[in-house]
């Protein structure tokens, strides 16, 4: 990425270019999937603290030991967002807990991590949780991985991880996984995303990136 970077609460702008962000897009384009949100109800706002830890937790795990960062921390419990520290003791736990399992099975080594990335032909910019080289079915790849700490996989999951794959950064990638873990149950599994499908809907989300731009334009 070249320096001259900006944002305002629509876009980011790059070399008087403008990119507008996977993650805004999705949102629109869950409702036209007729998908809930990850974090709805009551409780949204606990299980999004607790989506948000969990991916701290486990790269900043990960960024640690490979020498990214310089040391460890856990996400501190917050009480003003979460109230309770023992469930956030233990989430925070099984989630490092299965991630260290997947690295250690997987023999993943980081090569960028929470990387931002964009897509000139597509005008969508992306920060991807974690491109990793690792084994997969004996042989080493370059893997682009999105973490989801929620109960269910979605197909706008599939196809944000499709979006992300498509960032010109990340061209090199020739594998695309969801790792799945369940913060309830503190399970975890990978699921395979085929990168060579679905390419019209990647152009359907830079559209609905625009649309949601306009939206926020028009809603000022």
Request: glycine share 6%; hydrophobic share 40%; net charge neutral.
């Amino acid at each position: 990425m070249r320096k001259s970077t900006s944002t305002s609460r629509v876009a980011t702008w790059i070399d008087g270019k403008s990119y507008i962000s996977v993650t805004r897009a999705m949102k629109l384009v869950k409702t036209l999937l007729d998908e809930p949100e990850d974090y709805f109800g009551p409780l949204a706002k606990v299980h999004a603290a607790e989506g948000t830890g969990c991916h701290s937790c486990t790269l900043d795990w990960l960024a640690a030991k490979h020498g990214m960062l310089p040391s460890y921390e856990p996400p501190p419990w917050d009480a003003s967002v979460h109230p309770d520290a023992a469930r956030w003791a233990n989430v925070m736990h099984g989630a490092l807990t299965g991630f260290m399992e997947f690295t250690e099975q997987y023999e993943v080594v980081p090569v960028a991590i929470e990387a931002e990335a964009v897509s000139r032909a597509h005008g969508l910019i992306g920060h991807i949780d974690l491109l990793a080289q690792l084994t997969w079915k004996k042989r080493r790849v370059l893997a682009v991985i999105d973490l989801k700490f929620v109960n269910a996989i979605q197909e706008s999951h599939r196809l944000q991880l499709r979006c992300y794959s498509r960032l010109d950064q990340m061209k090199g990638a020739n594998l695309g996984l969801l790792y799945h873990h369940n913060r309830d149950t503190g399970l975890w599994r990978l699921e395979l995303v085929d990168l060579t499908t679905g390419l019209d809907d990647v152009a359907a989300v830079a559209n609905a990136a625009r649309l949601f731009s306009w939206a926020e334009q028009k809603g000022r």
